[in-house]
Every structure is written in structure tokens, then in C-alpha cells.
T-cell receptor, first 112, second 114 residues
Framework: RKEVEQDPGPFNVPEGATVAFNCTYS??????FFWYRQDCRKEPKLLMS???SGNEDGRFTAQLNRASQYISLLIRDSKLSDSATYLC?????????????FGTGTKLQVIP | IAGITQAPTSQILAAGRRMTLRCTQD?????MYWYRQDLGLGLRLIHY???????GKGEVPDGYSVSRANTDDFPLTLASAVPSQTSVYFC?????????????FGSGTRLTVV
């Protein structure tokens, strides 16, 4: 089983729709979780961290479910500019070398 | 503008040639990283450096070497390029170790080895 699994998509949604992605992970020792956004042929950029209690940033909501070992990203009122690939990222360990694992990403295409 | 600069942006390289990918940051971040990104495989760590003067191996270090002579620069060298090293290479930095502080990525180098 892969350490991190994401549905590659693409998710094709109309403007204004709500869309959600999940990311499952296999190592229960994973400590920190993040969502990154990557536009086509560009570098990844941090979208938001994911906290145990869930967190929201404008139209974006991130959730963590440790019992079922997945994180989710909800995007409300989708904009054309939300079209991108969304990477989930996990961190394990503390001090010294911390292992960071990137998912392969879920592609979102918002359609006019 | 503060950030990470990578050079070159893209390169076509003959197999067997040596090449150094440059990475410079002006944020005074302690930790720096080199990743490669291949379709269907996601980002994989090649080498990292937690602070100037130290380096470590990541997930896929074979065929690559790095140095960290100062805080700002973290070059990646391919001693003798092979076609399997065709990839997009991203340099990244973080204020502290690991992902606690989030990563800032450079814009990448697209390398094709023929």
C-alpha cells in the first residue's frame, strides 16, 4: 500500500460548485498534514496546514480523521482560478531528519 | 523579491555529461532540499541539508551529489547523467527542519537527458 494515496482525478466541476478531495495515508505515525497547490508547470505552493480540529481559510476547509487515516480538502464556491493539482503532504518524525511524503496529487478543473 | 532562484530553467543534456543545477535562496532559511517530480510518482526527496555545512541523503540519492558551503546556496550535481534522470527538479527551503514551517519551492528545472 502506498504511504499516501490520492485520487488523481481529474475532477471537473462547474464554477460555484463545492468539491471535496480525500487523501489516505498508511502510517499512523504521521504527525503533520498539509495541502499544497500546484499549477501546471509551476512549483508547489502551500495552501494550508491541516489541524486535528479542522481548519478553514476562506472557501477552503481542511479536516483530519486520524481514526480512518485520511485528510480532506473542501472547496466551496469554486472559481476558475482554483483549477490546479492539489497535493497532500505528510510529515513524520521530529528533530534530525523528518520524513516528508508527498501525494501524487488530485487534479481539479473548474469549468465556466 | 524574497524566494528561491533555480537555474537553468530547462536543459537538454547528453547522457554521460556532468551538470550542476543551481539553487539560491535569500530568506536565510536553515533547511534546504532537492526534489524530483515525475509523472505518477509525486515529489521524491533526493538530498537535504538541515543547516550550512551538513547534508543528508533522501529517498533517491543515487547519481546525485550536493554541497552546502553557505546558507544561501545548495547546488545539485549529476556526475554522469543518465536518461532516467530526466525529470523536473525542485529546490525548496524551510525556516526549520522538516515541514513544520512549510516549504518554499523554486520554480524548477526541467532536465531532459538524451
Amino acid at each position: 500500500r502506498k504511504e499516501v494515496e490520492q485520487d488523481p482525478g481529474p475532477f471537473n466541476v462547474p464554477e460555484g460548485a463545492t468539491v471535496a478531495f480525500n487523501c489516505t495515508y498508511s502510517n499512523s505515525a504521521s504527525q503533520s498534514f498539509f495541502w499544497y497547490r500546484q499549477d501546471c508547470r509551476k512549483e508547489p505552493k502551500l495552501l494550508m496546514s491541516v489541524y486535528s480540529s479542522g481548519n478553514e481559510d476562506g472557501r477552503f476547509t481542511a479536516q483530519l480523521n486520524r481514526a480512518s487515516q485520511y485528510i480532506s480538502l473542501l472547496i466551496r464556491d469554486s472559481k476558475l482560478s482554483d483549477s490546479a493539482t492539489y497535493l497532500c503532504v505528510l510529515r513524520q518524525g521530529s528533530g534530525g531528519y523528518q520524513k516528508v511524503t508527498f501525494g501524487t496529487g488530485t487534479k481539479l478543473q473548474v469549468i465556466p | 523579491i524574497a524566494g528561491i532562484t533555480q537555474a537553468p530553467t530547462s536543459q537538454i543534456l547528453a547522457a554521460g555529461r556532468r551538470m550542476t543545477l543551481r539553487c539560491t535562496q535569500d530568506m536565510r532559511h536553515n533547511a534546504m532540499y532537492w526534489y524530483r517530480q515525475d509523472l505518477g510518482l509525486g515529489l521524491r526527496l533526493i538530498h537535504y541539508s538541515n543547516t550550512a555545512g551538513t547534508t543528508g541523503k533522501g529517498e533517491v540519492p543515487d547519481g546525485y551529489s550536493v554541497s552546502r558551503a553557505n546558507t544561501d546556496d545548495f547546488p545539485l550535481t549529476l556526475a554522469s547523467a543518465v536518461p532516467s534522470q530526466t525529470s523536473v527538479y525542485f529546490c525548496a527551503s524551510s525556516e526549520g527542519q522538516g515541514m513544520r514551517y512549510g516549504y518554499t519551492f523554486g520554480s524548477g528545472t526541467r532536465l531532459t537527458v538524451v
